[in-house]
């Protein structure tokens, strides 16, 4: 008697715990693919919202107009203002950045001794966990003033100033990506490259930084889409002149600080606002595109060296 | 021979001393960042400031209804991301096979960890906010920052139960338990200290962010503390932004100390998630 039960049991228990192992599976498999839904939603929303953009301007008209007065009587939506203008900001940002964080990322990965590299990682972490607004505050309060007395300007709001503060925005990514991707190169390498004799800075720049190349450019690529998608610190610093720039001392709009700034002003579902969601969707291409690139080369670099 | 040899080393100092000092250059500029933030920000600090609604126009008083509308938000984030990203995360883990689906799942996953977060909010303004009609307020926020947080949580969970040895699944299986038992008995518990951390670190950066609530829940001044999920609501960030920007005369200190509340919140937590990790690790050892 006493055996049948427990026979029982042990056949039952199984039948009803592998019925809740399928519907888990199947569960967790469609939070698996969670990921995919929003990017493709994120895609589909703004196409909607943007079409009667589409309709009414064009894309092209969009792409190659070269002003935007989006609240005049007849309202001109060009973007090329606002993509030089984040241009011009991403650009000189990243110029002013990746030799310095590649630079450290060399000293981090290959020169400093594990107590100075653990600080100086953890210090360059905090870096990255600081908000946006607030770097755009502290760049109003410290980079703003500083700009216009170094550079004699009668205003301080410039590409210039967003750039700088910019720089030190994407630093953690491009120092930590490049980091990783030195941190990945196999010891042997470096074992061998120093046993012919050479130096280790010349096992640096002739055996390790080639082998993880295409990680760094990865970096300098995410620190890349970083800046242009950045939004508030370059809302408070650029002075937001929706003109072609000349130079880096002029202000400038950028395609994220258009939104930002007009989204909440526009008439619900009028034309301006189907505008902005067009450059939220060009935006979103850009970056798509970029962050794309520097995964499949990252995704190739991890495939190197695992053996 | 012997020139070769000394350049080479020269070279080798050289090079030594201009990486360090980058590396030195960007680390003192943290240090600067973190030591204007704090000298600044304290004065402007006080029991009343973290207690009291902001008077006068926002020029006086303090930040209560402000620092409850961030916390209300990312409560709200955190309800909603948790569970999918972690759901996630234990799929990409334990049942994902090695072929293309998966390998387009991550894909999608380090893309969306790349969106521009002013991006988000304007999918989320389109599709909470105005298509399934929350107006401005925590569930559209906070439905927008559990999106642009998911990324995060779930690359922390599948990292987390990556570390976690076969040996223990397979013991767990061999004793008849099915996959899901395994996985909810044995495997989650040991990755939990893991999970948490990513998860928090994750979340305290969906309390910095400005853009993606911009559109979807925040109100430039707003006295009453939120009574339900629809309240639109005050967040950090944002009254940094509008306080740096909008509002002239009002005294430096208070924007100082809104940013100190704000860097220290979020800081403090991920050093506190950062500490308690590595003491749960030293007491497990596989």
Known sequence: MARSSTTRRRIGRPVSSRAADGAVRKLITANGLVAILILAAIFLFLAFNSQRALQEVGILTMLTGREWYPTIGVPRFGFLPLMAGSMVVTLTALVMSVPVSIAAAVFVSEFATRRVKEISKSIIEFMAAVPSVVYGFV????????????????????????????????????????????????????????????????????????????????????????????????????????????????????????????????????????????????????????????????????????? | ???????????????????????????????????????????????????????????????????????????????????????????????????????IVRLAISNMAGVPSIVYGLFGLALFVNLMGFGKSILAGGLTLACLTLPVIITATEEALRQIPSDLRQASLALGATRWRTIYRVVLPAAAPGIVTGSILGLSRAVGETAPILFTAVAYYKRQLPTSLLSDVMALPYHIYIMATQVTGRPDEIVWGTALVLVAGVTLVSVAAAGWRSLQRRKVRW
């Open chain 1, 139 to 307: 760049g109003l309060a410290v980079v703003v003033p500083w700009v216009k007395e170094v550079f004699q300007l009668s205003s301080g709001l410039s590409a210039l100033s967003a750039a700088v503060v910019l720089a030190f925005m994407i630093a953690p990514t491009i120092v930590s990506i490049a980091e990783d991707a030195l941190h990945a190169v196999p010891n042997e390498l470096r074992q061998g490259s120093l046993a012919l004799g050479n130096t280790r800075w010349q096992t640096t720049y002739k055996v390790v930084l080639p082998s993880a190349s295409s990680g760094v450019l990865a970096g300098v690529m995410l620190g890349m889409g970083r800046a242009i998608g950045e939004t508030m610190a370059v809302l408070m610093l650029t002075g937001n002149a929706a003109i072609l720039p000349s130079s880096v001392f002029d202000s400038v709009r950028t395609i994220t600080g258009t939104i930002a700034a007009e989204m909440g002003n526009v008439v619900q579902g009028g034309l301006h606002q189907s505008v902005l969601f067009n450059l939220g969707l060009v935006l979103f291409t850009i970056t798509f595109i970029i962050n794309l690139v520097a995964d499949l080369v990252l995704e190739k670099q991890r495939k190197r060296w695992r053996r």
């Open chain 2, 1 to 103: 021979m012997r020139t070769r040899i000394r350049r080479a080393k020269a070279a080798q100092t050289a090079a030594m001393v201009l990486t360090g000092l980058a590396a030195a250059f960007i680390v003192a500029a943290a240090l600067y960042l973190l030591a204007i933030i704090v000298m600044r920000g304290l004065p402007g600090v006080s029991w009343e400031f973290l207690t009291q609604p902001p008077r006068g126009q926002m020029k006086e008083g303090g930040i209560f209804p402000v620092i409850v509308g961030t916390l209300a938000l990312t409560g709200l984030t955190a309800a909603v991301s948790l569970p999918v990203g972690i759901a996630a995360g234990i799929y990409l883990s334990e049942y994902a096979t090695r072929g293309r689906v998966t390998r």
